[in-house]
């Protein structure tokens, strides 16, 4: 075997080294499954999920010239190879201008699966450590945020699969599982089991595989309008109390012992009821 051919072999064999390296270190770096796609391919795929989940994308026209939900995953894809890359700055900067020209703010740290579709898109905000899977939709107003000055990670993660609804807040570690949903207005601050749907202030579950959840204890719902609700029911237990309480001496005083004038009034009273009930001699004209 000649130089060339050793050559040849050493480049190959550093290649392959290097790839595998690359994978390792993706594997990670992340838990959103990372796969080996085209530019091409990718936006096309980004395209077909538009379709599949908006009834208002008409044609590809319309896709690519209004839906900001797009430019601002493809600008992300860009900037987050850049943060990965030790730019950070010009990442953040570029992050910036996207954020300006669309309205969705995406930090380059975040991790993003594939098929995110972020409809409408106004007022959408992702932080550094948020882990987005794939089949993801979030609609306007979504927060994925952080709570407090933490370090590490600060930011949730959304499982395959997750719907959240416009003027939603996710905050904090926690962990959205697959296919879960998250209603419209909703602040979420505790992890969701997977197959899912909660709503409210704090949210709280309402369905749970496919069944209805009741809540048996108004506890568990701790917003605003259930603790008026709670307060004015502990309000009328204690006054039911009280006023059973008064009840039972009103009952007992009737038991007590009559008085001797009660006892004469009586008499008096009945005597006057045999008097009315004898037949009147002289009206019927006895005696004449």
Request: net charge neutral; proline share 5%.
């Amino acid at each position: 075997m000649d130089r060339r051919h050793h050559s040849q072999l050493r480049r190959a064999v550093s290649f392959h080294v290097a790839v595998r390296r690359t994978a390792t270190a993706g594997a990670a770096y992340s838990d959103v499954p990372h796969r080996s796609m085209n530019l091409l391919a990718s936006i096309r795929e980004d395209i077909r999920c538009v379709f599949e989940r908006d009834p208002a994308a008409s044609s590809k026209a319309t896709v690519l010239l209004c839906y900001p939900g797009l430019y601002a995953v493809w600008a992300h894809r860009i900037q987050h190879r850049l943060w990965c890359g030790n730019q950070r700055l010009l990442a953040r900067f570029l992050s910036q201008i996207t954020r300006f020209w669309t309205g969705v703010e995406i930090h380059p740290g975040a991790r993003i699966g594939r098929r995110l579709f972020i409809d409408h898109g106004m007022g959408v905000v992702i932080g550094e450590t948020a882990i987005v899977g794939d089949d993801v939709t979030l609609y306007q107003g979504v927060t994925l945020g952080g709570t407090g000055k933490d370090e590490g990670k600060r930011h949730p993660t959304l499982r395959n699969g997750v719907f959240v609804g416009n003027n939603s807040n996710i905050l904090g570690n926690i962990t959205i599982g697959e296919n879960s949903r998250v209603g419209a207005g909703s602040v979420v601050v505790r992890d969701v089991p997977p197959d899912s749907t909660v709503v409210g202030v704090p949210a709280h579950i309402v369905y749970q595989g496919g069944k209805r959840v009741l809540i048996t204890d108004p506890h568990e719902v701790s917003d605003p309008l259930s603790d008026v609700i709670i307060a004015l029911a502990d309000e009328v237990k204690r006054l039911k109390t009280r006023l059973e309480r008064l009840d039972g001496e009103f009952q007992s005083a009737r038991q007590e012992p009559e008085s001797p004038f009660t006892v004469e009034e009586e008499e008096r009273a009945q005597y006057r009821s045999d008097m009315a009930s004898r037949p009147d001699h002289v009206s019927m004209g006895e005696g004449i």
